[in-house]
């Protein structure tokens, strides 16, 4: 799969992300990240200057599997000699029908399942060898959506968005500093202190999507994250991953909404016995 981010001047998508955001996400995804208003611009030297002949380099993959095959105890195989490349910057869907091997794909990818057979890295690191802390610590750099949402039922949308962040040691203000900027970006700050179940379906999945980010995490997985919602607020979900995509987030995301694939005009894989077959680049 091969894409290149496209990186424009216009700073909207950046707009109300703390300094130190933008300042991770320039290290981690090597962005030119529009910096905040008043602030001053580093000068161009020569050696930032590209030959115009020069073709620029791809993207690096952040998600390699080679040859892998996943087949559980009772023999049933959820996937079969699957190769996928995903560079940084992508957005990319994978479609096939319930019980293809969609949820075992990213399972494998935040490291819930390990291969049969193959060989599958994230960011450089073969994950499924990963255990205890090093897997832990590869976890904070995966955001995961899930499609029936997973949030803690007497905590409010504030709670349940700032409890990733505590858990990983963040101070009160850096929590604070990231929380609503993170709350605004999926529009819910006018709902931070309500509960899981004074909210509509769509507002808990972008309550699980906030939570999904405020680290500002390299790849975010989807899964089915618009499985339970109306075509209105799916298109909603996929307008906030298509902006967390333009800053720099590779997103994957799992689907059997063809319609939904169709009108978001993004590469597409197809998992289907087992296999991964490329759709639409």
Not at 131 to 144: D, E, V
Not at 207 to 228: K, Q, Y
Request: proline letters at 6%.
């Amino acid at each position: 799969m091969t894409s290149a981010l496209s990186l424009s001047t216009d700073d909207r998508p950046h707009q109300g992300l703390p300094e130190e955001v933008r300042s991770r996400l320039q290290e981690r995804f090597q962005l030119v990240v529009p910096a905040a208003a008043g602030s001053s611009q580093r000068s161009t030297s020569s050696t930032d200057k590209t030959d115009p002949g020069e073709r620029p380099k791809p993207a690096p993959a952040i998600v390699s599997l080679t040859q892998v095959e996943k087949i559980y105890p009772n023999g049933s195989a959820a996937l079969r000699d699957a190769t996928l490349t995903v560079n940084q910057g992508d957005f990319l869907f994978v479609t096939g029908p319930s019980g293809s091997g969609k949820s075992t794909l990213l399972k494998l990818l935040y490291g819930h399942e390990r291969p049969t057979a193959g060989h599958v890295l994230v960011d450089n690191e073969p994950i499924a060898q990963l255990q205890g802390n090093r897997l832990a610590m590869m976890r904070r750099r995966i955001g995961i959506v899930f499609q029936d949402y997973k949030l803690i039922p007497r905590r409010t949308v504030a709670e349940n968005v700032a409890f990733v962040l505590w858990a990983q040691g963040f101070t009160r203000k850096e929590i604070h500093r990231r929380l609503w900027p993170t709350l605004k970006m999926v529009g819910l700050q006018a709902k931070a202190q309500c509960f899981p179940d004074e909210l509509s379906g769509g507002e808990q999945q972008r309550v699980s999507i906030a939570r999904a980010v405020v680290n500002t995490p390299p790849l975010l997985l989807a899964d089915e994250p618009t499985g339970n919602l109306d075509s209105d607020n799916s298109l909603q979900v996929i307008k906030i991953l298509k902006k967390l995509n333009s800053i720099g987030i590779t997103v994957i995301v799992t689907t059997h909404d063809e319609h939904l694939v169709r009108l978001s005009n993004h590469p597409v894989v197809q998992i289907k016995n087992g296999r991964i077959q490329s759709l639409w680049r």
